[in-house]
């Protein structure tokens, strides 16, 4: 049998890992994207450029180096809260069923947070980042990240063995 989860790793531990996981499928998506249409690493060029640099016309015929330094800080920062956040709900999910449908509203918050800060700065990028790409990006981040948690708490399956999602608890 597995060690309870507050033995195994440090939640920040854990949490980091989530973070660092997601930031990587999102980023390795991304670069596959750019590497595919001819221009390695043009999407965080341009994301810093525009989200972080405050740029309305970005330059994306060229790498900006500064913006791609600034965005990927930006992106791991973003990540890692989200995967801290995670490491206590899923905790918590083991403790209380009910907690398991905040980790679909996560991930539900997750996406429409992306999708609105894409739409707010569209025209700037708009032929560069369909919305179709970053949600597929999302998704693939959120199954890697399902992936690493539902193998890392056999708590959590068990838990969710006893009292599925949507039905009462056994006594």
């Given at each position: 049998?597995a060690?309870?989860i507050d033995?195994?790793?440090?939640?920040?531990?854990?949490?980091?890992?989530?973070g660092?996981?997601?930031?990587g499928v999102?980023a390795?998506?991304?670069?596959?994207?750019?590497?595919?249409a001819?221009?390695?690493?043009?999407?965080?060029?341009?994301l810093g450029q525009?989200l972080?640099?405050?740029?309305?016309?970005?330059?994306?015929?060229r790498?900006?180096?500064?913006?791609?330094?600034?965005y990927?800080?930006?992106?791991v920062f973003?990540f890692?809260?989200?995967?801290?956040?995670?490491?206590?709900?899923v905790r918590?999910?083991?403790?209380?069923?009910f907690?398991r449908?905040?980790?679909?509203?996560?991930f539900?918050?997750?996406?429409?947070?992306?999708?609105v800060?894409?739409?707010?700065?569209?025209?700037?990028t708009?032929?560069?980042?369909p919305?179709?790409?970053?949600?597929?990006?999302?998704?693939?981040a959120?199954?890697?990240?399902?992936?690493?948690l539902?193998r890392?708490?056999?708590?959590?399956?068990?838990s969710?063995?006893h009292?599925?999602?949507?039905?009462?608890?056994v006594?």
């Open positions: 049998m060690a309870p033995q195994r790793e440090p939640v920040g531990e854990e949490g980091t890992w989530i660092l996981i997601g930031a999102v390795l998506w991304f670069l596959a994207r750019d590497i595919a001819g221009h390695p690493l043009r999407t965080p060029s341009v525009v972080l640099m405050g740029k309305s016309a970005p330059d994306v015929d790498l900006d180096f500064t913006g791609i330094i600034l990927t800080a930006a992106h973003v890692l809260l989200l995967g801290m956040g995670l490491a206590h709900l918590w999910s083991v403790k209380n069923h907690v449908y905040a980790l679909l509203q996560v539900l918050a997750f996406e429409l947070f992306f999708c800060v894409l739409l707010v700065f569209r025209e700037e708009r032929s560069l980042f919305l179709s790409s970053v949600l597929i990006a999302n998704t693939l959120a199954i890697a990240i399902g992936f690493y539902w890392h708490h056999p708590e959590l399956r068990e969710m063995r009292t599925p999602l949507g039905a009462a608890p006594a």
